[in-house]
């Protein structure tokens, strides 16, 4: 009888608080790159104005257009607004948690989903729990990963909706919810500014909006990022970075082991950070093509969502010592 899949069980401390320890006691001056980057609020300005304008010129456009352009273009566009609202959620991108929650929620516009401060809340449990089942919102459920299975068709499939499981992930995250009155904002407003566009604009425009985050959120070049982040392809690293030329128009997403090293760190200075300390970094396993990263992850049958490394669980309480090295520079949670 085979061997049902699981994930891999690793015991030990978390890598990125231990590597974030020992670069900081060799190379403090990383300190200096911290905070917040202002410029960061209009680059988000300029983005979500090039979303509605853009979705303004295609009011009339034939399906085939809206399907081309929402691909091509928006894709990329709506993408790196989700990589805004990652760094809102940091606080890296104006002073202070009041200022990125509004931009987090600016951020959302042409987004369709109302999805700024339900990411700022459990992204932030990712950072705490990494890895840890019943508390990484990253982490597929073993209902979901086994529903998956290791088939290209269903790995195809999942990619391709991957916004619902990122959606519905929370849910099995124990003891947090995402309810409050930020959420409420959050919904309220977007969920105007839908009705506003499929009314005043057209619903093409509306469609157009609601295809780019579709596609920046699955089967599309940038959803290899999903995979590139944590699933194994070294044995014993859970975390991976991304160099190629796609950072270009993501904001430096790639940059993940470096991100979970110094999270207070904004995108503008993650690659100072990488070579400021290229003897912690260089001899990780990296990549340079998302795509094949994608393509290898549908077609390897040793690939599926169960390739991920997971620790023992901690109840949160637990974590708060952890937390607090992790965060000898700047507080999160």
């Not at 290899?224 to 796609?246: A, C, D, M, N, V």
């Not at 290229?278 to 990263?293: A, G, H, I, R």
Request: glycine share 4%; aromatic share 16%.
């Amino acid at each position: 009888m085979e061997k049902q899949r699981d994930y891999t069980m690793i015991e030990g401390p978390n890598i990125h608080v231990t590597r974030r320890r020992d670069i900081l006691r060799e190379h403090p001056e990383v300190r200096n790159l911290t905070g917040p980057y202002y410029l960061s609020a209009v680059y988000i300005t300029l983005v979500v104005s090039f979303q509605l304008i853009l979705a303004y010129f295609l009011r009339d456009q034939a399906w085939y257009v809206i399907l081309a352009v929402a691909y091509f273009v928006g894709a990329f566009a709506n993408h790196s607004l989700y990589v805004m609202i990652h760094e809102c959620c940091h606080n890296l991108v104006l002073k202070g948690s009041f200022l990125n929650k509004i931009m987090g929620i600016i951020c959302d516009i042409p987004l369709v989903l109302p999805s700024a401060m339900g990411f700022r809340k459990y992204h932030m449990i990712h950072h705490k729990h990494l890895g840890e089942y019943s508390y990484d919102p990253d982490i597929t459920s073993y209902t979901e990963a086994r529903l998956i299975g290791n088939s290209a068709f269903m790995k195809t499939l999942w990619l391709f909706f991957f916004s619902i499981s990122q959606a519905l992930r929370p849910l099995k995250v124990q003891y947090y919810t995402p309810l409050n009155i930020w959420t409420v904002i959050n919904t309220i407003v977007i969920l105007a500014i839908n009705i506003s566009v499929y009314k005043f604009i057209s619903p093409t425009a509306f469609y157009y909006l609601a295809l780019s985050t579709l596609f920046a959120l699955g089967l599309h070049p940038l959803g290899g990022r999903w995979i590139q982040e944590h699933y194994i392809t070294k044995e014993g690293q859970e975390t991976y970075s991304y160099y190629g030329p796609l950072n270009k128009v993501t904001f430096n997403m790639g940059y993940h082991n470096e991100h979970h090293d110094f999270m207070n760190v904004p995108w503008v200075n993650l690659p100072k950070l990488k070579k400021l300390a290229p003897e912690y970094y260089d001899s990780l396993v990296s990549y340079q093509s998302w795509t094949k990263v994608l393509l290898n992850f549908i077609f390897n049958p040793k690939m599926d969502s169960f390739s991920r490394i997971i620790h023992p669980d901690r109840h949160p309480k637990a974590r708060d010592v952890e937390v607090n090295l992790y965060n000898n520079v700047d507080a999160h949670y």
